[in-house]
């Protein structure tokens, strides 16, 4: 009977935070209530991946964040880490909202503020960047990605 391969040790938001320059100090002073080396990160399943817009990278759950297997690549092979780790700063600032507002919450603001956007007469894309968690999400990768706060 062959030997069956180990399971690689799963991938965690700190492992591409740290490959990509992002300082984990500073993400903590945004982000206090989660380690990014308890957040696995997982390749989104083609179905899933089905229910994204398009142009969408990664997906942020309680439990998890979901990427596109562009970004695993990306990752495993070490090209643009920069990039790759500012992502996950941006999804472990959602982690951090999952975990301050509740799910019920989070979910209701989140979903609110697109349809809101979306009566109020804005695209599809217009809806989602005036998300306040999305705006948030980008102002806190956007911080760290800096080298910021300290």
Known sequence: MPN???M?????AGDML???GID???LAAVAPRVDPDTVEVRVASPLF???WARGISAVTMPWAIYVTPAVMDRHRAGSEPHRTGRLMAHEV?????WRRLGGVRHLVQY???YVRGRLRGLSHWEAYRAIRLEQEARAAARLVAEGGPR
């Open 4 to 6: 069956a391969s180990p």
């Open 8 to 12: 690689p040790d799963p991938i965690t």
């Open 18 to 20: 740290r490959q990509g």
């Open 24 to 26: 984990l100090d500073s």
């Open 49 to 51: 991946r089905r229910t």
């Open 93 to 97: 600032m959602h982690v951090e909202q």
């Open 111 to 113: 979903v609110g503020d």
